[in-house]
């Protein structure tokens, strides 16, 4: 028994290119991070990468603040989703 007949026989072990599911050839488009920071080099790659985490902390810290109003340790008032926030705050 060859190989493409046991391939044939078993409906489990099925092999699909992204060809298949998309419905044509994949183009790749080379955005991944990896991608992004080797060609920005040793040193500008992991400068952006500590950039954009310092951003994210600093939302994320602020974004935590806005949970409880008008005081973020003793607010009498919980704000459950963001748009309430920013209703709060903004008005």
């Given at each position: ?37 080797a ?5 500008a ?16 810290y ?30």
């Amino acid at each position: 028994m060859n190989v493409e007949a046991i391939d044939d026989e078993s409906p489990l072990i099925q092999s699909f290119s992204s060809g298949d599911i998309l419905g044509g050839p994949s183009k790749r488009t080379h955005l991944s991070l990896s991608w992004a920071v080797a060609q920005l080099g040793w040193i500008a790659g992991p400068s952006f990468l500590m950039l954009f985490a310092s951003i994210t902390v600093v939302s994320s810290y602020l974004l935590s603040d806005c949970y409880r109003f008008p005081d973020p340790q003793h607010g009498n008032i919980r704000n459950p989703s963001y748009m309430l926030a920013v209703k709060i705050y903004l008005g």
